[in-house]
């Protein structure tokens, strides 16, 4: 288990503004803070999408959990819906799957196996 | 001339003058880091710099302030690192050279001891202001632990042929963990709660007090509002013909989704949520009627070791307005125990990093015979073994429930 995330940030070609965000490594507790500006600054930057691509993360907490839900907040203020309509996840690995699952995130935001499926479902 | 070098001896100045040579560094850009070797002292000039080990910040200093001089004269590792805030323009003295011109300047000597002492008698000032500063923050800490303990059950209820035992280890000073056991007079069930809020420390710990709280108030919410009647859990309060089994489901129910829409309500921008397991018990028949919003799958386990989970029957709490919660069955058997755990147990780590795992733990539970609080006992040996020493990175609770045999 690593103790650190890294983030890599790209923009998607096509209609959408659409960001995808790579992270690898623990997200957690140390290292929500660092995802939530990252996305902030990606969402400032003009994203109204994101995609998080997690099948680099070796290890969920819930404290990581609180930073997505704040993310998908962040990108629809106005929305309280059960459905996160502007951020998709892509590929966790089974460690974060695992995660979503338990905690019933599943059910809140959609887990997609491909890029252009997370995007075309944005 | 900078207000620092106009402050020297005339003979110091010239030799820091002689010693000096202008940088720039731009915003953002590290003058250096902890760690490097120390080669001289710096006279800001122009802008402003912080001085940090890592995230965070011991100081800022602006035009006219020195710093570096502790490794920077003693030759040895930066003990802080320093990052241009600004636009930042410097004086930098070089330690061989100043050495040398001092050398020759017996007065410039002089002058450099007084300077060195001045600014560490500065430096001694301001540690004590900061370690009284930091003692107020541990004492008010502490305060805030004590009361959150107060959260926690006093002593768990007695049932007869049942044993329950609890257990919980902050790996903070708060925590955000809790657990939770009591009596619903009205309905003759025993509720047993865990909850697990995510992320830790104070945050964690002021939602903690919440979630137990609401769990509680309306779960009880009949003996808070009849408390003359109920306040003695003796007393049960069934009309004839009342099915108890519909109120409990109606209890269970109310609760969770109750805690869920007043958290997600007022306080869903924070996005703060728990994962609760709330079990009622009929001790009558060792029957429950559970809720598990998003919590690790408690255990039942039996005299051949572990014989079922209770996985999650809908997400957690308190960030999902509206959220729906199945109600799902179980039963304790005669001897058998029902394990409730936060994830801070498997997720203890030991000095290597590893983690104890789920395997760890229902091996220990396939291999388990004894009481309630035997279980817990023997699971934090287990992982006190594990962990030798290395600290915790998550709260550990526990609780269980034995019926006795026959």
Known sequence: MSDNLQIGVSREEGDKNVSVLRLTGSLDANTQNQLEDKAKETIDGGAEYLVLDMSGVDYLGSAGMRAIHAITNQLSPEESSMRSARLKVLSPSPAAAKVFKTLGFDSFIDIHDNLDEAIAAL | ?406
């Open chain 2, 1 to 406: 001339m900078n207000a620092f070098l106009e402050s020297l001896h005339p003979e110091l100045r010239e030799a820091f003058e002689l010693a000096a040579s202008r940088v720039r560094f731009a915003k953002g850009q590290a003058v250096f880091h902890r760690g490097d070797p120390g080669q001289a002292l710096y006279i800001i000039e122009k802008g402003r710099v912080r001085i940090h080990d890592g995230d965070l910040v011991l100081n800022r200093l602006g035009e006219g302030e020195v710093f570096g001089e502790i490794a920077g004269l003693g030759g040895h590792e930066r003990t802080a690192s320093v990052t241009a805030e600004q636009e930042l323009e410097l004086l930098r003295i070089e330690r061989e050279a100043l050495l040398g011109a001092v050398q020759t300047r017996p007065e410039a000597l002089q002058g450099l001891m007084k300077m060195l002492c001045e600014r560490e008698s500065g430096l001694a000032d301001r540690m004590t202001s900061r370690s009284w500063q930091l003692r107020a923050a541990e004492q008010e800490l502490e305060i805030g632990r004590r009361i959150q303990t107060g959260f926690l059950p006093d002593s768990l209820p007695e049932i007869r042929g049942y044993k329950i035992a609890g257990h919980f280890q902050a790996a903070r000073v708060v925590a955000g963990d809790f657990y939770d056991a009591f009596h619903i007079p009205s309905i003759g069930r025993v509720a047993l709660v865990i909850g697990d809020v995510c992320d830790k420390g104070v945050g964690a710990a002021l939602f903690m007090t919440l979630f137990r709280s609401l769990i509680r108030a309306t779960a009880q919410s009949r003996r808070f509002m009849n408390w003359a009647f109920d306040h003695n859990p003796a007393n049960t309060r069934i009309a004839e013909g009342q099915d108890i089994e519909s109120l409990a489901r109606e209890t269970l129910t109310n609760t969770i989704a109750l805690t869920n829409n007043y958290v997600a309500i007022t306080h869903g921008k924070t996005s703060m949520f728990a994962s609760v397991f709330i079990a009622l018990l009929d001790p009558e028949t060792g029957a429950m009627t559970y809720i598990n919003a998003g919590h690790e799958e408690p255990y039942i386990v039996g005299d051949k070791g572990i014989k079922t989970t209770l996985p999650p029957t809908g997400p957690v709490v308190g960030i999902f307005p509206g959220a729906k919660h199945d109600i799902a069955t179980g039963m304790l058997g005669p001897g058998e125990i029902l394990l409730t755990y936060s994830d801070g147990v498997p997720e203890a780590t030991s000095q290597s990093g590893e983690q104890f795992s789920d395997r760890r733990l229902r091996d220990l539970l396939d291999d388990f015979r004894g009481d309630a609080a035997e279980l817990i006992e023997v699971i934090i040996n287990s992982i006190d073994e594990f962990a030798e020493g290395a600290q915790q990175h998550d709260d550990i609770t526990l609780l269980a429930c034995r019926r006795e045999t026959g």
